[in-house]
């Protein structure tokens, strides 16, 4: 089992920036990818950013070029760096994990772009 549990997030201005930190603990060595997805209300759940062991990126397209997203193989983080925040970013940002045949999911934390 993998525990993952997240932090940052908060209400934040459009154009602003935050970040979101993710710890992971357990069968780490099981970890393959990690990332962050994302839920807006009436929304399914997506995948905005995920980072492999070797350290490949894969970003959806609307977060492009204003999400980063970095990973610590040794404290087993990852963390997302988010730039030119817009109102249709929010939602309750979720960490990612998976390894073999397992999926994990943190408890979520709400990101909230408005003015």
């Known amino acids: 089992q993998v525990q993952l549990v997240e932090s940052g997030g908060g209400l934040v201005q459009p154009g602003g920036s935050l970040r979101l930190s993710c710890a992971a603990s357990?069968?780490?060595?099981?970890?393959?990818?990690m990332g962050w997805g994302r839920q807006a209300p009436g929304k399914q759940r997506e995948l905005v950013a995920t980072v492999t062991t070797g350290g490949r990126t894969n970003y959806v397209d609307s977060v492009k070029g204003r999400f980063t997203i970095s990973r610590d193989n040794v404290r087993n983080t990852v963390s997302l760096e988010m730039n030119s925040l817009k109102p249709e970013d929010t939602a309750v940002y979720y960490c990612?994990?998976?390894?073999?045949?397992?999926?994990?999911w943190g408890q979520g934390t709400q990101v909230t772009v408005s003015s």
């Open positions: 990612y994990a998976a390894g073999g045949t397992r999926i994990y």
């Open positions: 357990g069968s780490v060595v099981s970890i393959v990818v």
